[in-house]
């Protein structure tokens, strides 16, 4: 099943900073109840967010984050029909923004869609399941563990076949877990395929033209480590006060999920702006290979991330939507993705030194935590569709729908039932 994951990035008008910012704070104080987006009307959404940033050199920003089911078509149509008077207003604070009126579908899209910006790498956590399918299989397993607490309580307690044949048995005769039986694929053979098919492509054709690109890349090696070792070194960061505004949207106590979205500085000069290309599209051709199986690079907590060079590249912006805490998150990054994470950010302003692109940088654990704090952007609004699930909880939920009718040995069937 196709999921997409875009921003739309507008300017906003100077004039009225203040006033869209105001309604972005009537929605965050209430974000499944504000007048103005009604986010739990929209079924195709997984995660949201709107994030309003004033920088001294490029003015004001609207980022509208979006990871929905589906095709834009649907979601922009499903979108319209639910939020377009909250739209017509947030988007009247913006510069050339072209609808007199929330009843003018057409302009009020095309300006959307004039606005969209697609990442240059991105990760989903649960790839396949969509929101609906992840709410429902939420309900499903909390279904399975009363019925079998009743089972315990009436001790008919057998052996873990015995229990998974009453599962089944209750499933086929409630009409209501009827849908439960009938599992669709996460991925079609196609949508499985082809970032394969990318993948060796891409080998073969670096293959076939090994006799320029070894060159190039002595080239570029040497040109990096010239730029490394020129670059002047990173400033001291001090991020108690920005952590303070930060902390307002972070590690709320009734969700187990967070909310993160920095903007960076690319470094000047075209050099950093291909490697920073050429970095994210290898991240983005991995994590839908190696990385399809719920982590990024070890860490599985992440349930949509993204980033996108903006600004004509002069800028780079990173989204993501994960599990637990802030500080465990970077902690996760930095033990079991420095390697990848300095590739990318040590091509933007203020990253710690780094070496030969992947070496030192984020394992400079005091200095890259300021850096991302420093980077972060507060967060005005921010919806999730399933608060209590983990990346993880959502694969559990999975498997134990997606096993619950396939022939299982004794083994299998006894870790089926582990997973309740």
């Given at each position: 099943?196709?999921?997409?994951?875009?921003?739309?990035?507008?300017?906003?008008?100077?004039?009225?900073?203040?006033?869209?910012?105001?309604?972005?704070?009537?929605?965050?104080?209430?974000?499944?109840?504000?007048?103005?987006?009604?986010?739990?009307?929209?079924?195709?959404?997984?995660?949201?967010?709107?994030?309003?940033?004033?920088?001294?050199?490029?003015?004001?920003?609207?980022?509208?984050?979006?990871?929905?089911?589906?095709?834009?078509?649907?979601?922009?149509?499903?979108?319209?029909?639910?939020?377009?008077?909250?739209?017509?207003?947030?988007?009247?604070?913006?510069?050339?923004?072209?609808?007199?009126?929330?009843?003018?579908?057409?302009?009020?899209?095309?300006?959307?869609?004039?606005?969209?910006?697609?990442?240059?790498?991105?990760?989903?956590?649960?790839?396949?399941?969509?929101?609906?399918?992840?709410?429902?299989?939420?309900?499903?397993?909390?279904?399975?563990?009363?019925?079998?607490?009743?089972?315990?309580?009436?001790?008919?307690?057998?052996?873990?076949?015995?229990?998974?044949?009453?599962?089944?048995?209750?499933?086929?005769?409630?009409?209501?877990?009827?849908?439960?039986?009938?599992?669709e694929p996460r991925q079609?053979?196609?949508?499985?395929?082809?970032p394969r098919l990318k993948?060796?492509?891409?080998?073969?054709?670096?293959?076939?033209?090994?006799?320029?690109?070894?060159?190039?890349?002595?080239?570029?090696?040497?040109?990096?480590?010239?730029?490394?070792?020129?670059?002047?070194?990173?400033?001291?960061?001090?991020?108690?006060?920005?952590?303070?505004?930060?902390?307002?949207?972070?590690?709320?106590?009734?969700?187990?999920?967070?909310?993160?979205?920095?903007?960076?500085?690319?470094?000047?000069?075209?050099?950093?702006?291909?490697?920073?290309?050429?970095?994210?599209?290898?991240?983005?051709?991995?994590?839908?290979?190696?990385?399809?199986?719920?982590?990024?690079?070890?860490?599985?907590?992440?349930?949509?991330?993204?980033?996108?060079?903006?600004?004509?590249?002069?800028?780079?912006?990173?989204?993501?939507?994960?599990?637990?805490?802030?500080?465990?998150?970077?902690?996760?990054?930095?033990?079991?993705?420095?390697?990848?994470?300095?590739?990318?950010?040590?091509?933007?302003?203020?990253?710690?030194?780094?070496?030969?692109?992947?070496?030192?940088?984020?394992?400079?654990?005091?200095r890259f935590k300021a850096?991302?704090?420093?980077?972060?952007?507060?967060?005005?609004?921010?919806?999730?569709?399933?608060?209590?699930?983990?990346?993880?909880?959502?694969?559990?939920?999975?498997?134990?729908?997606?096993?619950?009718?396939?022939?299982?040995?004794?083994?299998?069937?006894?870790?089926?039932?582990?997973?309740?």
């Amino acid at each position: 099943m196709k999921q997409t994951i875009l921003t739309f990035i507008t300017q906003v008008n100077p004039d009225r900073v203040s006033e869209l910012r105001t309604l972005l704070d009537v929605m965050g104080s209430n974000v499944e109840q504000n007048p103005y987006i009604p986010y739990l009307d929209l079924k195709l959404l997984h995660f949201s967010s709107l994030v309003l940033t004033d920088d001294d050199v490029y003015g004001a920003y609207l980022v509208f984050e979006n990871n929905f089911d589906g095709e834009l078509d649907q979601y922009l149509d499903d979108l319209y029909a639910h939020a377009a008077e909250g739209l017509h207003l947030i988007y009247s604070c913006c510069l050339d923004y072209p609808a007199g009126s929330a009843t003018e579908k057409t302009q009020l899209l095309s300006y959307l869609r004039a606005h969209i910006v697609h990442p240059n790498a991105y990760h989903i956590g649960n790839v396949g399941r969509s929101a609906v399918r992840t709410q429902q299989e939420d309900a499903l397993r909390d279904g399975f563990e009363d019925f079998l607490d009743e089972v315990v309580a009436q001790g008919d307690v057998g052996p873990a076949s015995s229990i998974r044949k009453k599962v089944q048995t209750l499933v086929r005769s409630q009409p209501a877990f009827a849908w439960a039986a009938n599992v669709e694929p996460r991925q079609t053979p196609l949508e499985y395929a082809v970032p394969r098919l990318k993948f060796a492509i891409a080998a073969v054709m670096a293959l076939l033209l090994s006799p320029i690109l070894i060159p190039l890349a002595i080239v570029w090696i040497v040109m990096l480590r010239w730029t490394e070792t020129h670059e002047p070194a990173p400033p001291e960061l001090d991020v108690k006060e920005h952590i303070k505004e930060l902390v307002k949207r972070e590690d709320r106590t009734h969700i187990v999920q967070n909310h993160m979205c920095s903007i960076t500085t690319v470094k000047p000069g075209l050099f950093r702006r291909a490697t920073l290309c050429g970095v994210l599209w290898l991240i983005n051709l991995l994590a839908r290979t190696f990385f399809d199986k719920g982590e990024l690079s070890g860490i599985p907590s992440i349930h949509f991330a993204h980033w996108s060079m903006i600004d004509n590249g002069r800028r780079l912006l990173f989204v993501s939507n994960f599990d637990g805490s802030w500080e465990n998150y970077l902690d996760d990054f930095i033990d079991k993705a420095a390697f990848g994470l300095t590739a990318v950010w040590t091509n933007t302003s203020g990253f710690p030194k780094t070496s030969w692109l992947v070496g030192e940088g984020a394992r400079d654990g005091s200095r890259f935590k300021a850096y991302a704090r420093a980077s972060m952007t507060y967060t005005n609004v921010w919806y999730s569709a399933y608060t209590q699930s983990t990346v993880q909880t959502i694969d559990n939920n999975s498997r134990i729908r997606e096993d619950l009718f396939r022939t299982l040995d004794v083994t299998a069937a006894r870790d089926w039932v582990r997973r309740f």
